[in-house]
């Protein structure tokens, strides 16, 4: 029987439900790839599966929070990942409806868009309206945007939540799992433990370096005193980067671990020796590698 396997953007205001959905589609099993893991331009979310359906939730980080320091640039790529998503999901919010949030979403849609991009839209917190609102609230919404289904869900209760993955899961391209089924639960832990560190080199250097690095994780020890010993590279592009990141008599670098370690000892609940190491790789943009242990398909993002 053949399979299908793509990726799915949630896009949506803040607090639409994007996290609560997820865990919902993704289900107990695999919650542990629900913890937010941060890729170049797309950030997963989850993997839930649907029958011979694999569907990679992912969404654009930086899309609908525009800070002061975010240019054009950024949110432009932030929108190149929602493209590179095989579908896209407008989650809004039964009771606030067409806020200005929403409003510039529906642009961006309109302006950032290819013509034949496959939006849907999912109205969600059903639980909370009349029947009435809603269906005003749709047709409003279609009139300004031709989503290519429409879905009236509460993720919270899970109303309405089968029907969407029947449907998303029908519309994802044929194709093999992205994602062999024995590794959903594995192959994340790897790239959360990646995720944190990132995340601390975020909070610590200049706002765009980190778009031009990538962290692995390429090893993974268990030790019989219940410890894990974690050994990771960041990958940086130019040799300056370097040491930026080392900082002074590797300063930077070592605050950077150790903000990383804790928190990766306190998601797992034991001890964790975490090793860092800097590379310079101009090219790694380009290399397939790169790509699959970001959770990308380098097919997909290296147009
Ligand atoms: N009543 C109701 N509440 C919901 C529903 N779905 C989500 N919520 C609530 O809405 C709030 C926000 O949900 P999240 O899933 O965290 O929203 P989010 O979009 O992931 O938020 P960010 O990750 O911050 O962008 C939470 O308090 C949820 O419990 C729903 O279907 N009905």
Redesign the pocket.
């Known amino acids: 029987m053949s399979t299908r396997a793509g990726f799915v953007a ?1 896009i ?12 919902r589609m993704v289900g107990a099993k695999v919650s542990i790839v629900t913890h937010k893991v941060q890729t170049t331009r797309t950030r997963i979310r989850g993997v839930a599966i649907d029958g011979d359906a694999q569907i990679v939730l992912v ?1 654009t980080p930086g899309l609908f929070q525009p800070r002061r320091r975010l240019d054009r640039a950024m949110v432009a790529a932030a929108w190149g990942g929602a493209s590179d998503a095989d579908i896209i999901v407008l ?1 809004v919010e039964a009771h606030r409806g067409i806020t200005d949030g929403v409003e510039r979403i529906l642009d961006g849609l309109k302006d950032q868009m290819p013509r034949d991009a496959t939006v849907a839209l999912a109205i ?5 309206v009349k029947a009435e609102s809603l269906l005003a609230l749709t047709k409003e919404l279609n009139e300004r945007y031709k989503f290519a289904q429409t879905f009236m ?5 899970g ?1 309405g939540v089968a029907d969407m993955m029947g449907w998303l899961g029908d519309n994802l391209p044929e194709g093999p799992w992205l994602y062999p089924e024995d590794q959903i639960a594995d192959l994340p832990l790897r790239m959360i433990a990646a995720e944190m560190t990132r995340e601390k080199l975020t909070l610590r250097l200049h706002q765009e370096l980190p778009y031009q690095l990538t962290v692995e994780t390429e090893n993974w020890e268990e030790r019989k005193d219940g410890s894990a010993r974690v050994d990771q590279v960041i990958y940086v592009s130019r040799p300056g980067h370097k040491g930026i990141i080392l900082g002074h008599g590797g300063e930077t670098i070592k605050a950077i671990s150790t903000a990383a370690r804790q928190e990766l000892s306190e998601f797992m609940g034991r001890k964790v020796h975490l090793f860092l190491q800097v590379k310079v790789r101009e090219n790694w943009l380009d290399e397939a590698e790169r790509y699959s242990e970001m959770g990308l398909d380098f097919r997909d993002g290296g147009k």
């Open positions: 949630l949506g205001e803040p607090n639409a439900g994007k996290s609560t959905l997820t865990n969404d989650l969600n917190k059903i639980d909370r869900v509460s993720a919270e209760k109303h």
